[in-house]
């Protein structure tokens, strides 16, 4: 039962171009919410995370959106770069029960 | 400052046999998590330990076991191999025991293939 589901799949996008990865979750006792970046053979790493109480973070060309009442939330990568091409994890915890819940994750390809 | 580290990177097993996968968490974070990685599911929540002890288990059979020893480094043992089981285990630690910061420290895997 996936807790946090993540479309697309998969997306390529154009140097330059805005990549788009979107979450929903069903469980409301989720009051955080990361993303990890993963390159190939190497583990997941933290890339940015939003809590409920705002709706939208950036940090430099990723950007969160929150949707508390939809209960969903994306990543925005604008002038997507070729070094930006990964796979996505969403993710979503609640403290009660101390660990992350991913998303089944997105593979992005920039192309040059 | 060393990451998480894991070992072996590969492992080869076949049907019916056990496999047991290691980690050393980063210096002075005392909770150490397992996943694992198949193709096309994302990670799954396998185990959580903190202070030695077992906190959290996911949707998994009893014969995916672990232990968490004095050091905070972590074993997970998968007995009875099924090929359903070949898959990529990631170990992370972190900070706070519960992990409410959400931020996890990955190690690079290891890569259990059941033949």
């Known amino acids: 039962q996936q807790q946090v589901k993540q479309s697309p799949q998969s997306l390529i996008v154009q140097k330059g171009g805005i990549s788009i990865i979107n979450c929903a979750y069903e469980?409301?006792?989720?009051?955080?919410f990361p993303w990890y970046q993963q390159f190939p053979g190497k583990g997941p790493a933290l890339l940015i995370a939003i809590r409920p109480d705002v709706s939208e973070k950036k940090e430099g060309r990723f950007t969160i959106s929150f949707n508390k009442s939809a209960k969903q939330f994306s990543l925005h990568i604008m002038d997507s770069q070729p070094g930006d091409s990964a796979t996505y994890f969403c993710?979503?915890?609640?403290?009660?029960?101390?660990?992350?819940?991913f998303g089944a994750g997105t593979q992005v390809v920039v192309t040059p | 400052e060393a990451g998480v580290t894991q070992s072996p990177t590969h492992l080869i097993k076949t049907r019916g046999q056990q496999a047991t996968l290691r980690c050393s968490p980063i210096s002075g974070h005392t909770s150490v998590y397992w996943y694992q990685q198949a193709l096309g599911l994302g990670l799954q929540f396998l185990l959580w330990y903190d202070e030695g002890e077992e906190r959290n288990r996911g949707n998994f059979p009893p014969r995916f076991s672990g232990r968490q020893f004095p050091n905070y480094s972590s074993e997970l043992n998968v007995n009875a191999l099924e090929l359903e089981d070949s898959a990529l285990y990631l170990c992370?630690?972190?900070?706070?025991?519960?992990?409410?910061?959400?931020?996890?420290?990955f190690g690079e895997g290891s890569r259990l293939t059941v033949l």
């Open positions: 993710a979503a915890l609640t403290d009660s029960w101390g660990k992350l819940q």
């Open positions: 992370a630690s972190s900070l706070v025991g519960r992990g409410y910061t959400g931020e996890l420290f």
């Open positions: 469980n409301t006792a989720f009051d955080y």
